[in-house]
Nanobody, 117 residues
Framework: VQLQASGGGLVQAGGSLRLSCKASRMILSTFWSTDFGWYRQAPGKQRELVAGSSRDGSTNYGESVKGRFTISRDNAKKTVYLQMNNLKIEDTAVYFC?????????WGEGTLVTVSS
């Protein structure tokens, strides 16, 4: 599955960004039955879960982003979004989206988010 991530950039602390992850070549019925989410990796740190959106509609978040980030999915557009508000310097990282389902564990290319003071 090809996942196209976009939306990263440079933002000041306290600002917002919205990341997108588009699964353009995925058929719609497969999109509905796939779990999507975002991980991030900061320099010198391990990859960590940011947010997940399961096929059953449930969502989960990493502790450090709860209350600030929101994951959503637009099934018609086959796109998953990560709305990031009140960004902090420690949110600086490369963000990766993933897709998981039966026989599927795919990752998009990362998109860099840099939060400045």
């Amino acid at each position: 599955v090809q996942l196209q991530a976009s939306g990263g950039g440079l933002v000041q602390a306290g600002g917002s960004l919205r990341l997108s992850c588009k699964a353009s070549r995925m058929i719609l019925s497969t999109f509905w039955s796939t779990d999507f989410g975002w991980y991030r990796q900061a320099p010198g740190k391990q990859r960590e879960l940011v947010a997940g959106s399961s096929r059953d509609g449930s969502t989960n978040y990493g502790e450090s982003v709860k209350g600030r980030f929101t994951i959503s999915r637009d099934n018609a557009k086959k796109t998953v979004y990560l709305q990031m508000n009140n960004l902090k310097i420690e949110d600086t990282a490369v963000y990766f989206c993933y897709a998981r389902g039966p026989g599927m564990d795919d990752w998009g290319e990362g998109t860099l988010v840099t939060v400045s003071s």
